[in-house]
């Protein structure tokens, strides 16, 4: 999470939100590829 950087760069609100979703969409992918998937045997 550090590796984005913790201040918002954008100057325009607009740009910020833009910038804060793009954030939450990594972090939500990388939770996805590292979380493990289970499968039940019969």
């Not at 954008?10 to 979380?35: C, H, M, P, S, W």
């Amino acid at each position: 999470f550090k590796r984005l950087g913790e201040r918002v760069m954008a100057k325009d609100f607009d740009r910020q939100v833009a910038e804060l979703q793009v954030r939450a969409a990594i972090l939500n992918r990388f939770t996805q590829l590292g979380t493990p998937m289970t499968v039940r045997m019969p």
